[in-house]
């Protein structure tokens, strides 16, 4: 039996390994957009959604290099910190998921965590470059966006258990109850938050929403990469029969 220890170290280094790959996919397919986005921003192109107009001319704190080279290092802390509370939840949860399979297990909770932590908040607010958005209301973005993902995290919950009470009626019935549970939750929360949108009619439709699939798929692979390597991490079973059931 591994110990909460041995299972935190397992997370930890698989958070590691996550977020510097996460960190080479958004070097690789966001930090374009962020350039191109900047430029309009510099150039005047659009009409900027701030009232004062004197930030505009401020010089940033760090420089675009700083921030290219910071990239990795905030990718790889927040793999660190993603893989530790994930190893955490694991190990409280590991019971309750009904599964004999510890590899099964991790698979199953890092898709909960994409989808109530990542796919959630996405859908409802997702995120603008940084020449888009003023910095006025970033306290109300914020506590919304961290209200979205409570409620992520709870239309999760909702979708397991009503997916646990329907399956005395069978499989059809427990994966019906399962997404019903989720979809309900999300789609009440959603008419009741406010709808914002700060990005300008004339910043270019295209750059915004390649940023978005950017910053999503920085976030896939991230979660990806914990799931299936934490996986493969507690597989208890012998080198021998993986490679053979491989």
Do not use: C
Not at 99 to 125: E, R, S
């Amino acid at each position: 039996m591994r110990t909460f220890g041995s299972l935190l170290v397992r997370g930890l280094v698989v958070g590691l390994f996550a977020g510097l790959l996460a960190g080479t996919f958004a070097y690789a397919v966001g930090e374009s957009r962020v350039d191109a986005a900047i430029a309009i921003e510099e150039s005047g192109g659009h009409a900027h959604t701030h009232a004062h107009e004197e930030d505009h001319h401020e010089d940033p704190l760090v420089s675009r290099d700083g921030q290219r080279a910071g990239l990795f290092l905030a990718t790889s802390l927040y793999g660190v910190a993603l893989g530790g509370l994930f190893a955490v939840a694991f190990t409280l949860l590991r019971r309750k998921l009904r599964t004999g399979n510890d590899a099964y297990a991790a698979l199953g909770l890092a898709a909960a965590g994409f989808v109530g932590i990542v796919l959630v908040p996405f859908l409802k607010y997702p995120p603008n470059p940084p020449a888009v958005g003023d910095p006025d209301t970033i306290t109300r973005r914020t506590v919304t966006y961290l209200l979205t993902l409570v409620i992520g995290l709870l239309a999760v919950w909702a979708g397991v258990a009503l997916s646990r009470w329907a399956a005395r009626y069978g499989e059809v019935a427990r994966l019906a109850g399962g997404v019903a549970g989720l979809v309900v939750t999300v789609v009440a929360a959603y008419l009741i938050l406010p709808r914002i949108n700060e990005v300008p009619e004339t910043f270019p439709a295209t750059l915004l929403w390649q940023f978005r699939f950017a910053s999503l798929g920085t976030q896939a692979t991230l979660w990806l990469l914990l799931g299936f390597g934490y996986a493969v991490a507690v597989d208890r079973r012998p080198i021998r029969s993986k490679v053979a059931a491989a």
